[in-house]
């Protein structure tokens, strides 16, 4: 019988071309998701099994880093976000937008250029195009993709709501008897303008004009006048609206 040794150098020898390669290679891999991130061109998905409607909600989910939109009948469109680090959270709640620019740049944080920027609130929190390092970094902006920050600025309108949700949530479709139904036919738009009763000014049974019975002279230079002012002129300074 015939054994055979290896010597332990030998072999470590033979395996280190074998590492080499692989951390070589994990290092090409890591350094193109970088660089992907950093261009904010990532993963962005959008429904193809159906044309899409109008955008009628947008959820950020904090802890997924991502925000998903919805219209009438499901998601439509999905991308990768950075929310705000830690010390400058992005706040959770119900938000909408309230105003759009499409070219922003900030004027708290060294005129930093936020395009397609979609503000959920005056304290400086928005949607904006920006760097995606593949984990929470922004001061508490949520930045998407830059393609991804214009498709959806040109899609939404102002009063879409934005919900900021700890983790990952999607809307269901709740129906019960006791909700509110829509009407089968809409009310026509713009309503009819109301109809305005016409008031009689001619003289009732038992009634007589103000200056009846006067003086002519009086009658004719002080009917219907109340301390010099005429009766319109009184009735203009009770019933007027203040700026």
């Not at 139904?181 to 738009?189: A, I, Q, T, V, Y």
Request: aromatic residues 6%; glycine residues 12%.
């Amino acid at each position: 019988m015939t054994s055979r040794c290896v010597n332990p150098k030998r072999k470590q020898a033979r395996l280190r071309p074998v590492y080499l390669a692989v951390a070589s290679l994990a290092v090409l891999i890591a350094a193109g998701d970088d660089a992907g991130a950093r261009s904010g061109k990532r993963s962005i998905e959008s429904i193809e099994s159906r044309s899409a409607s109008e955008p009628l909600m947008a959820i950020v989910s904090l802890r997924d880093q991502r925000i998903t939109v919805y219209d009438a009948k499901g998601w439509i469109l999905r991308a990768p976000v950075s929310s705000g680090t830690k010390g400058r959270e992005t706040p959770a709640g119900i938000f909408s937008v309230i105003q759009k620019v499409e070219d922003h740049y900030s004027n708290l944080y060294d005129d930093a250029y936020m395009p397609h920027m979609q503000r959920i609130t005056w304290s400086g929190i928005a949607l904006h195009g920006g760097v995606l390092p593949g984990y929470p970094a922004s001061h508490g902006c949520v930045r998407m993709p830059f393609d991804f920050a214009a498709r959806l600025f040109d899609a939404t309108a102002m009063g879409i709501r934005v919900i900021m949700a700890p983790t990952d949530v999607a809307p269901i479709e709740l129906a019960h008897p006791v909700l509110f139904r829509p009407k089968l036919e809409p009310s026509p738009w713009p309503p009819p303008a109301p109809q305005r009763r016409k008031r009689r000014r001619g003289k009732g049974p038992g009634e007589t004009r103000r200056g009846d019975g006067l003086p002519g002279g009086l009658a004719g230079k002080g009917a219907g006048s109340r301390g010099g002012k005429s009766e319109a002129q009184s009735r203009g300074a009770i019933g007027g609206c203040r700026d």
